[in-house]
């Protein structure tokens, strides 16, 4: 008999075994599975820590883990395109300025949308002016015990810090704590997670071809020890990519219902996927409040969202200007000579 073959009840017994009409004792239940456990809640990148001095430095800790903010822009498709949008958007009516120039700002909008805090360092010219802007990267500055003072964290190396008042930092208002700002979108991180983890569990399922989705389940005496041992490796060889067999399996004297097939969950067809990911795509765009038509997703229906200029003008009133107001407080520090500012729009004045 071939590796893996079921055999034929006659060829259990030799010729002339005398013991070959006694019934057979049924044997034990087995039952086995595939895979190791696998945590529920596997991410704490975003766990509000609160504030606190930093045992090896000189510097505020932030009550949110930055480097967990930024893996997470590579978590969801939305969620990592939608922050180039609304920067694209604040740089398309900024009026290029070298006291802040337009890539300075594009980078510094970035950061406020994604860690909920930007910082510019202040330039000034020989005689002593505030006279430029140079934009920091918001992922490694921190604030010192030193009040108006902030530090730059280097790899393998001392924080670099700035003299007091050498750095403007421009966040989001929290109520905890005054140190550091956090994104707006910070209620709207599970979503994100939940989608992830349903994307990666889909992918999963589809490379590796044999989850724990039945119970199959035998209860004949008639299936022997060695029969029963070819069925679990063929269930085994069944695993992989590209893997996806049918089987044949014949108990000789069995009776209907001998061999079960208890669905656990069927996830090639009755699993929630696209409710999940839809779902968490809504929640996506209602933390970033941003239309789908703005974030590339199809209508579902033969309507579609409506006018899109329409969208285009409600967006910029309620997303873009709000935002182009943050960065106007900049004028207040840089010299008057030196003023930035924003274009308004042909549409911005239409009812």
Known sequence: MRKGQLKNQPARFPAGDKNHHQKEKPGRGTAFS??????????????YLGIFINPHGDYYEPPVSQSGLAKLLRANGYHGTIPYFRRNMLRRW?????ALPAEDLKKAGFDHDVFGNCYFQIVENR???????RHLPALNMRRMKTADQFCMLRSGRDPLPFKPGEVVQLKEYDPVQQIYGVPQYLGGIQSVLLSEDATLFRRRYYQNGAHMGYVFYTADANLDP??????????RNSKGVGNFRSMFLNVPGGKPDSVKIIPVGDIATKDEFERVKNLTRNDVLAMWRINGALAGVLPENNAGFGDLDKISRNNYENEVVPVQ??????????????????ATPSFASEA
Do not use: C, M
């Open 325 to 342: 107001q943050v960065f106007l407080q900049l004028n207040n520090i840089l010299h008057p000579s030196r003023k930035i500012g924003f």
């Open 127 to 133: 005689f002593r002016k505030k006279w430029w802007l």
């Open 34 to 47: 595939f895979g190791d456990p696998e945590r529920v809640l596997a991410s704490n990148l975003v766990d």
């Open 94 to 98: 900024y009026i290029d300025n070298d």
């Open 226 to 235: 060695d029969d029963e041992t070819a069925l679990k490796e063929q269930i």
